[in-house]
């Protein structure tokens, strides 16, 4: 399916992330504060009927990549059932999730059988205590049933996302790196993006050039993937058992290939995690606009999507949390 979805930079639009809740039962230093209230309102949430429709639209216009995000979306209730229905769509190949892993255990297995194909799961520390620091509960021990849960269900591969701290976690990152070889997950590391309060207070580091000592290392391979594959530039084992990646929007942006758009839970489509373009997508269904309304919103967002983030030049400027956005 041939995409309309072309920016006036000339990229192709194909991967879309879909919030499902805002809600999340962690509270990460680096995405929310502690005792944040500032939810939307449940009557704001789409329905999964509504969800399933935008959703459906973007696919028509040659998005082909859809993630299920949050919040934590496994707290939403019917995540599978919306799966089932999206994975309906006609030209839709790829669906996937990013959860925190807290309630995977229970649902690895229903997710898989509605036709979610891949998982993204956060993992920032393997120590107990640092992990309970960073996400404000004592709960590894869940995210590692849930990961446990998702192998049995047949997931494969699994994406672990740690986001790298300088003051917090730098140094869990070789026992991390160990732990994925040892499991064969692939592992990401992640830079931090000063979006909202949380996000700027968070000190990052320079992961180019730790990812290249890392894959020296362990003697990892470059891996070379097609353009549009994502972000995260990988290397992997000489058996492919293995792969890391670092996600760099700090050190080295990657705005010139950026692919994604975001959908909010209440249906606000945001076009950049670095900028406050939007459009009222949701407003517009539920004040009752008409699919060609709809698609025609769609395409003059592309239209209007801003060539980079400014992060370093102006990092004050989203004032928004990562998970009012969709991650």
């Not at 008409?290 to 989203?318: M, V, Y």
Request: with cysteine; glycine share 10%; proline share 4%.
């Amino acid at each position: 399916m041939s995409s309309r979805l072309i920016d006036s930079f000339q990229r192709r639009i194909d991967y879309l992330r879909v919030s499902v809740t805002d809600r999340c039962d962690l509270r990460c230093t680096y995405c929310m504060p502690k005792g944040f209230k500032g939810f939307e309102e449940p009557e704001h949430w789409l329905r999964h009927d509504e969800m399933t429709r935008l959703v459906g639209l973007f696919v028509a216009q040659g998005v082909s990549k859809v993630r299920l995000t949050g919040g934590e979306p496994l707290l939403r209730r019917g995540v599978a059932d919306l799966a089932r229905g999206l994975t309906a769509l006609p030209g839709l190949k790829d669906l996937s999730v990013s959860s925190n892993g807290t309630q995977l255990a229970r649902h690895a297995r229903p997710l898989r059988e509605a036709g979610v194909q891949r998982l993204n799961i956060s993992l920032d520390s393997l120590d107990r205590d640092c992990f309970a620091r960073i996400t404000g509960r004592d709960c590894l021990a869940d995210v590692l049933d849930g990961l446990r849960e998702a192998r049995v269900a047949g997931f494969d591969p699994i994406k672990l996302n740690m986001v790298v701290q300088a003051d917090v976690n730098l140094d869990e990152v070789r026992r991390m790196v160990a732990f994925a070889i040892e499991q064969g997950f692939v592992l990401r590391l992640i830079e931090p993006m000063p979006v909202g309060e949380t996000g700027r207070a968070s000190k990052g580091v320079d992961l180019s050039s730790l990812g290249e000592d890392l894959a020296r290392e362990h003697g990892l391979l470059p891996q070379v993937l097609g353009q549009g594959a994502g972000p995260a530039r990988y290397w992997c084992t000489s058996d492919g058992g293995m792969s890391l990646g670092v996600i760099t929007p700090m050190s080295r942006h990657f705005c010139a290939s950026c692919n994604r758009v975001r959908l909010g839970v209440d249906g606000t489509l945001y076009l950049c995690l670095g900028q406050n373009d939007r459009v009222p997508l949701g407003q517009m269904l539920r004040a009752g606009a008409s699919d060609t309304e709809l698609t025609q919103a769609i395409l003059a967002g592309i239209a209007a999507k801003p060539e980079r983030h400014e992060f370093n030049e102006r990092p004050q400027q989203i004032v928004r949390f990562m998970s009012q956005t969709g991650g």
